[in-house]
């Protein structure tokens, strides 16, 4: 008697506790809710004119589609010096898609480019998104020769 009455209790606080983490996973939000982040390469570097072309995949990951997203960069060349603080804009990134931009950063030898900081995210604009969501779920990777850093 003690032990089926015993039974009966561990099965309802397991369904009590089923339940409340159903209702905590439904009311976390759609960015919350996904395993994914938002991935951001460097691809690919090369000279253009006298600029430096930046070729950037991302990939959103986050379970809700992103309307803008804008990073400030910080380049650094030789030596570990920063050349300069840019600013670059995704535009719409709908959920799971992956997709390629390009950046041209004027007056910039490539070949003296060592690496590159997201310094912060200045926007993510999306349903359950800020730039504190998408800053804490990006993860970046660099190419051969240059880092990208967080």
């Known amino acids: 008697m003690f032990f089926r009455s015993l039974t009966q209790q561990l099965k309802r606080a397991t369904i009590i506790l089923l339940a409340a983490v159903s209702v905590t996973v439904a009311l976390s939000g759609p960015a919350a809710s996904q395993d994914g982040g938002?991935?951001?390469?460097?691809?690919?570097?090369?000279?253009?004119?006298?600029?430096?072309?930046?070729?950037?995949?991302?990939?959103?990951?986050?379970?809700?589609?992103?309307?803008?997203?804008s990073f400030e960069l910080v380049v650094f060349t030789e030596g570990g010096l920063v050349d300069r603080f840019v600013q670059i804009t995704t535009g719409a990134m709908p959920k799971g898609k992956m997709r390629a931009k390009q950046f041209d950063f004027d007056k910039l030898d490539c070949a003296?480019?060592?690496?590159?900081?997201?310094?912060?995210?200045?926007?993510?604009?999306?349903?359950?998104?800020?730039?504190?969501?998408?800053?804490?779920?990006?993860?970046?990777?660099?190419?051969?020769?240059?880092?990208?850093?967080?």
């Not at 310094?119 to 990208?148: F, H, M, T, W, Y």
């Open 38 to 69: 938002l991935d951001m390469t460097l691809n690919r570097v090369k000279t253009s004119g006298e600029a430096c072309r930046f070729t950037f995949i991302f990939r959103n990951a986050l379970g809700a589609a992103i309307d803008k997203a």
């Open 112 to 150: 003296k480019v060592e690496k590159v900081l997201v310094n912060d995210v200045k926007a993510c604009d999306g349903q359950g998104l800020d730039p504190a969501v998408c800053l804490a779920r990006l993860n970046v990777s660099g190419n051969k020769s240059i880092e990208l850093l967080l």
